[in-house]
């Protein structure tokens, strides 16, 4: 009996929370018929948010899969002054505002900050897209971090003082030991990371300047049409895309991943 | 090839795990390190396979100075307490992994992989995962992964400290009739007696970072060198100054010179051995091993008043 409470108080929740309002959306966005939706999500405008955000994503989710592995390897790993703080750290994103974060960046290269002579020399920070990436990188950091730094704890470093044992260098025992050990903790990490840099809206709105056309990303086309262009059937449409895309990220994860990972 | 360790201190931070430490281990031998936890023996293990770099001191393989060599160069191969099994990997991949990464021909991996499975009975289990094995099943397939790069010399850290006793007993054995096959130089680490005196023909006794004695188990046990010796090989007695092993005290039923009265505590039947614990009238705690045969002739139960004199004692001058 308290078996069926609690998975109906787990799918309720569920469904009450997440299933509703995306559903919502998906129904909305088809409310007016497909062409329509289709439509609205193939204009020059959209398709350019689309592309400008998939550019982003493909910027910063490899660029933080291998800093993130590198720093979960020096949390876990090193002996070093400054580790505590270190770990502090990686953790700053998730616990700071995303707007703070724009905000943050939008002083430091604006007119007046320490990095703003960069515009000066011909490097364009801010409303351009490398603000967007640092913007971008900044919040999806922690996620293939915090998924490695578990799994590094618990493998130890037997297996790969055996492995050097066996005459492995310090790269080989990387590849064929570490590499494959925490394999599907960094998937995991890339999924969240994805999710994170595709969906993000708030510091990536602050240093975008939100140029039509150039350098406006799909969440922030989404807001656009429904605030200001009250558009809402063509800011639902750009919200399925955003959703399939996520689900898309997700579902993959699960297709490649074994039903039971040995070991 | 022979190994020698040459006055080797190690320290982590505050602590000195090994102080001046000198040990000759012949070619050839299956010598044991053993101590108690924090003695320094996994230390200077890892010191002798280089994944500890010693703060000085010098070890020597063969006749190469090998201090400065990194463990991959070093040509050992190592047995960890908890297997070290390459999870994600088969029986015959983790066996191949030093040759794969020596890149040697496919055929002659494949090869080699067979004969180490027959040598450690997996034959069968070839395409399994380490996860699907037993513990005493991933022990043998690690020795098998170790003794594939053809080691000059075999390092073993509390190889069986993770199994249960019976597969303890049983690998002991088979670890013993294995280097009886390979004749690799093997030093096995160990907190338990039992199992040192029983596969080494040499035991380095450590404590608190320094050897105490070097020995056969007999010397060991029939010699030692000090009271620390005397009581961690095998258990003791202990008199005032005066050391007696449990063996050597005589249980008699009536006064005699020299013997002191005593009352059982408790008498334990272990099959072939028979332990008797007694309290003598000065207080004093004693444990007797009998034969069953002898406790039967003397029908002990508790309660009873006994006469207690040392057949044998053992006396070590002030340190």
Known sequence: MSKYVLRFTALGYLTLLLMVPVGFVFYRAFGDGFGHAWDAVTTDRAVHALELTLLLTAITVPANTIVGVILALALVRGRFPGRGLLNAVVDLPLALSPVVVGLALYLLYGRGGWLGGLAGHGVKVLFAVPGMVLATMFVSLPFVVREVVPVLREIGTDQEQAAETLGAGPFQVFRRITLPAIRWAVAYGVVLTTARAIGEFGAVSIVSGRIEGKTETLPIYVQSQYAFDFNTSGAYAASVVLALIAIATVVGLRVFQPKQEVG | ?319
């Open chain 2, 1 to 319: 090839m022979g190994i020698a360790v040459v006055d080797v201190t190690k320290s982590f931070g505050d602590f000195a795990a090994l102080k001046d430490v000198s040990v000759a281990i012949p070619e050839g031998s299956l010598t044991a390190l053993l101590g108690p936890s924090g003695s320094g023996k996994s230390t200077l293990l890892r010191v002798i396979a280089g994944l500890e770099q010693p703060d000085s001191g010098q070890v020597l393989i063969g006749d190469e100075d090998v201090t400065q060599r990194p463990a991959r160069t070093r040509g050992v191969g190592m047995v960890f307490q908890h297997y070290a099994a390459f999870k994600h990997m088969t029986v015959q991949d983790n066996v191949a992994f030093g040759l794969a990464i020596r890149k040697r021909p496919r055929a002659e991996i494949r090869a080699r992989v067979h004969e180490l499975l027959e040598l450690v009975q997996l034959e069968g289990l070839a395409k399994r995962y380490p996860a699907q094995l037993s513990g005493g099943q991933r022990q043998r397939m690690a020795l098998a992964r170790a003794l594939a790069v053809e080691p000059s010399v075999l390092l073993l850290d509390e190889p069986f400290g993770a199994l249960d006793a019976r597969v303890r007993k049983e690998l002991r054995a088979w670890l013993r009739r294995l280097h009886d096959e390979v004749h690799v130089t093997t030093i096995i680490v160990t907190h338990d007696q039992e199992e040192a005196m029983e596969v080494a023909g040499q035991i380095v006794v450590l404590n608190e970072g320094r050897v105490e004695q070097v020995g056969s188990p007999r010397e060991l046990y029939d010699e030692p060198a000090n009271e620390f010796v005397m009581s961690f090989v095998g258990p003791v007695n202990r008199v005032g100054d005066t050391f007696v092993r449990p063996h050597d005290v005589q249980l008699l039923l009536e006064p005699e010179a020299g013997a002191a009265e005593a009352m059982i505590e408790r008498v334990v039947h272990l099959g072939f051995e028979v332990r008797v614990e007694l309290v003598r009238d000065d207080g004093q705690h004693l444990l007797v091993q009998l034969t069953q045969e002898e406790a039967e002739q003397l029908e002990l139960e508790r309660g009873q008043i006994v006469y207690v004199r040392a057949s044998r004692e053992t006396v070590f001058s002030a340190r």
